[in-house]
């Protein structure tokens, strides 16, 4: 048995108030959030990009979704109510930050604790999340679920504060009816490969030493931690023999979705053929076409639909003029923004 220690009052510190001193005070082990992330498996983060952001004081990733998890946070307390109205079990906020008394790495940052019916106390998570994804995410009654994200993250705070249940709530509405509940148990055997997991990552944050990319982790996430690194305008040589079966395996991979875009040009042409055929259905014998036509045979129904809806566009030709006659408009409105960087890749024969 142990108890953990308490780190830091967060009372007036969190992701919303004293935001500078909650990400200094992350910054010094592992959290809940970024069990799934140093394990190689993060939905939002790569391991690369936590290293990055663990040895770095300065690091703090800009999000593009940051009025999603703003919601989420103000969503919290509301979260909590409806936990306890729905189970009948007490809620309490824990204002603290832990660390794990044996594995100092591991730190946890609640939303809340339950009050069980014996006395002891079990994690709560609080989620705001989209409606159209619940029953992807979570399952039905008959079938539930859980994210691996997010059960990666209580399982790392009953590991933690040592606690052996632990209570999801996903809130994805504003009725008692638009919510998911979840209950998980303490599970050692996964404990212990997370420990390890998570242990293996922080050695390469107290070392200094990058971790290596693994060909499991998801490259989206990788290329997205890269796309924030400042890359300088310049040419670096680089060991040839190192990356050869991968300049193989890169033409290879070229080839078979070269063939595989010729097999989708030939059923592209198929449906631009069929297209034509119903659109021209649209005409009736005095030769008008309508923007919507319906097929009927019984209960069965078609409905096709050509219908031109109009966009506004700036061409460059005209973002020029604009700039050259109106450079105040210009400056006003329009926002110019520098674009993800390009990848190619040229092989030369000698």
């Known amino acids: 048995m142990y108890s953990p220690i308490k780190l830091y009052d967060t009372t007036h510190v969190n992701a919303t108030e004293n935001r500078e001193q909650w990400l200094a005070w992350r910054?010094?082990?592992?959290?809940?959030?970024?069990?799934?992330?140093?394990?190689?498996?993060?939905k939002f983060q790569s391991m690369l990009e936590l290293y990055w952001d663990k040895v770095n004081p300065d690091y703090e990733i800009e999000m593009n979704n940051w009025e999603t998890l703003l919601y989420g946070q103000i969503m919290e307390p509301y979260a909590r109510r409806m936990?306890?109205?729905?189970?009948?079990?007490?809620?309490?906020?824990?204002?603290?930050?832990?660390?794990?008394?044996?594995?100092p790495f591991m730190i946890a940052d609640l939303d809340g604790?339950?009050?069980?019916?014996?006395?002891?106390?079990?994690?709560?998570?609080?989620?705001?999340?989209?409606?159209?994804?619940v029953k992807k995410q979570f399952g039905t009654k008959a079938d539930p679920r859980i994210p691996y994200q997010y059960e990666s993250?209580?399982?790392?705070?009953?590991?933690?504060?040592?606690?052996?249940?632990a209570y999801l709530i996903a809130i994805y509405g504003n009725t008692r009816n638009d919510v998911v509940i979840r209950k998980i148990y303490r599970d050692y055997a996964y404990e212990e490969v997370m420990i390890k997991e998570e242990a293996h990552f922080w050695k390469y944050v107290e070392e200094r030493t990058e971790p290596p990319y693994f060909e499991d982790q998801n490259?989206?996430?990788?290329?997205?931690?890269?796309r924030r690194q400042h890359f300088i305008n310049g040419t670096i040589d680089l060991p040839y023999d190192r990356y050869a079966a991968d300049f193989d395996a890169y033409d290879r991979l070229q080839e078979q979705k070269k063939s595989k875009e010729e097999e989708l040009l030939l059923i592209d042409d198929g449906i631009e053929h069929l297209k034509a055929k119903f659109?021209?259905?649209?005409?009736?014998v005095n030769g008008q076409y309508y923007d919507?036509?319906?097929?009927?045979?019984?209960?069965?129904?078609?409905?096709?639909?050509?219908e031109a809806k109009e966009s506004i566009s700036l061409p460059k030709e005209a973002q020029d003029r604009l700039l050259e006659d109106h450079p105040d408009i210009f400056s006003k409105y329009c926002v110019?923004?520098?674009g993800n960087p390009r990848f190619s890749l040229k092989r030369r024969e000698k």
């Open 153 to 165: 993250q209580m399982r790392h705070y009953m590991c933690v504060k040592n606690v052996d249940v």
């Open 27 to 42: 910054k010094s082990g592992i959290g809940g959030s970024e069990s799934a992330a140093a394990r190689g498996h993060g």
């Open 83 to 103: 936990f306890s109205f729905l189970t009948g079990y007490q809620v309490v906020e824990d204002h603290f930050m832990y660390q794990h008394p044996i594995y």
């Open 336 to 338: 110019i923004s520098k």
């Open 219 to 226: 490259p989206d996430l990788v290329l997205q931690a890269l």
């Open 113 to 133: 604790e339950v009050i069980l019916p014996n006395g002891k106390r079990a994690i709560l998570e609080c989620k705001a999340v989209n409606p159209k994804s």
């Open 279 to 284: 659109v021209l259905s649209l005409r009736d």
């Open 292 to 306: 919507h036509g319906v097929f009927q045979s019984g209960s069965d129904r078609v409905d096709i639909f050509y």
